[in-house]
T-cell receptor, first 113, second 113 residues
């Protein structure tokens, strides 16, 4: 079974703090993704990585950065958290080919005060 | 640019009744189409996907979806809904570049006893 784990289910941070969200997958997938989920907006892609140290911006990268130093781990970084980054964050992984299933982690619900 | 529209934000059906969730997509080529389900507090799970061949696709949990190119639609159906089907459902389209997905806004399904 594919397993995607996220470091925290719930996080509370203060405005201006640096926030790290970590994601680990155990299926040797090339692709990893970070999404943000907001009511009525569905999932929006923040960043995408197709290989170690490689990344592509998604639809809403502003205010975020990512790091992929090892194939199994993909981190999302909020350099200076703001209240409008309060959201659910979902990580996913997939094999590299188009049409392959993305496998999702349980999500991290982040509250920025 | 590709897009996905799920016209119904909320749907309520009685247990045992049939279900159809609508999905319309915009994409310039033959699309890869997906339906995912998110149960409360969980990550997303793939229900089914389409990328070629038979336009009626069978998925898990008794769900099916039909691809209609002329209507740019990929509606999800189930003949008899169970209380455990209460969840949020997301339609997504895959693009040409790698394996990125664009998601619709989601439809929240409630099941009446």
């Amino acid at each position: 079974d594919v397993k995607v784990t996220q470091s925290s289910r719930y996080l509370v941070k203060r405005t201006g703090e640096k926030v790290f969200l970590e994601c680990v997958q155990d299926m040797d997938h090339e692709n990893m993704f970070w999404y943000r989920q907001d009511p009525g907006l569905g999932l929006r892609l923040i960043y995408f990585s197709y290989d170690v140290k490689m990344k592509e911006k998604g639809d809403i990268p502003e205010g975020y950065s990512v790091s992929r130093e090892k194939k199994e781990r993909f981190s999302l970084i909020l350099e200076s958290a703001s209240t409008n980054q309060t959201s659910m964050y979902l990580c996913a992984s997939s094999p590299m080919d188009r049409g392959e299933t993305q496998y999702f982690g349980p999500g991290t619900r982040l509250l920025v005060l | 640019a590709q897009s996905v529209t799920q016209p119904d934000i909320h749907i309520t059906v009685s247990e045992g009744a049939s279900l159809e969730l609508r999905c319309n997509y915009s994409y310039g080529a033959t699309p890869y189409l997906f339906w995912y389900v998110q149960s409360p507090g969980q990550g997303l799970q793939l229900l089914l996907k389409y990328f070629s061949g038979d336009t009626l696709v069978q998925g898990i949990k008794g769900f099916e979806a039909e691809f209609k190119r002329s209507q740019s639609s990929f509606n999800l159906r189930k003949p008899s809904v169970h209380w455990s089907d209460a969840a949020e459902y997301f339609c997504a389209v895959g693009n040409n570049a790698g394996n990125m997905l664009t998601f619709g806004g989601g439809t929240r399904l409630m099941v009446k006893p």
